[in-house]
Every structure is written in structure tokens, then in C-alpha cells.
Nanobody, 123 residues
Framework: VQLVESGGGLVQPGGSLRLSCAAS????????MSWHRQAPGKERELVAI????????VSADSVKGRFTFSRDNAKNTVYLQMNSLKPEDTAVYYC?????????????????WGKGTLVTVSS
């Protein structure tokens, strides 16, 4: 199982980046995917979730209207389009995959994480 993020880098305030997360080793289309970020000295924060059905929820109020989350099941990839970037968006961005299944009526969860990609917003 692999989740490999890419697309991070240095960008000026107001700029844009598109992060990608390529998945392999599991049935990608069945998993809920999410992006998280962790800024220096802060706890990891959930940014957005996209379900296996393609329903998107942007969880972080600070990015609503600026970030767009999408998935391409044919390519086993999710994307995070980030526009109007601010210095406070500087963080390591991680993608994760999650699925819940039931055995004997008891829910079990599987979760995978990538290693992250660094986004630095600075002039």
C-alpha cells in the first residue's frame, strides 16, 4: 500500500498549487480520502474529505472558498487545488485513505497515510 503526495513547494502569497496523491495497493475507489496538514508547532488539522461517492466536505474554515478537493478513480489519484494561498497555509500536507467494514456487526477501520509534501507560502 502506498500513498504518495506531490506538488508541494515554495509559492508566493496569492499564488496557487495543486497537490496530488497517488494511491496503490488497495481498492482506491472504495475508500474515503482526505487531506490533512500540519503547520510547524501545531497539531495536524483535517482540511477536506472526499467520499468514495465523490461527495466533498471542506472541514477547515480557513480554506473554504480557496481549496478544492477532487478525485479521479481511473487514475487512483486525489487532488487538492489550493488558490489564494496565504502564509498561514504553510504546512506539511498529508493525504490519507480510510474505509470502515463490518464483521459480525462490529465496525473495523483501515487507514493509510502518505508521508506528506511541504507547502511553503512566503514572499
Amino acid at each position: 500500500v502506498q500513498l504518495v503526495e506531490s506538488g508541494g513547494g515554495l509559492v508566493q502569497p496569492g499564488g496557487s498549487l495543486r497537490l496530488s496523491c497517488a494511491a496503490s495497493g488497495f481498492t482506491f475507489s472504495s475508500y474515503t480520502m482526505s487531506w490533512h496538514r500540519q503547520a510547524p508547532g501545531k497539531e495536524r488539522e483535517l482540511v477536506a474529505i472526499i467520499t468514495s461517492a465523490g461527495v466533498t466536505t471542506v472541514s477547515a474554515d480557513s480554506v473554504k472558498g480557496r481549496f478544492t478537493f477532487s478525485r479521479d478513480n481511473a487514475k487512483n489519484t486525489v487532488y487538492l487545488q489550493m488558490n489564494s494561498l496565504k502564509p498561514e497555509d504553510t504546512a506539511v500536507y498529508y493525504c490519507s485513505a480510510q474505509i470502515t467494514y463490518y464483521r459480525g456487526g462490529v465496525p473495523h477501520g483501515i487507514e493509510y497515510w502518505g508521508k506528506g509534501t511541504l507547502v511553503t507560502v512566503s514572499s
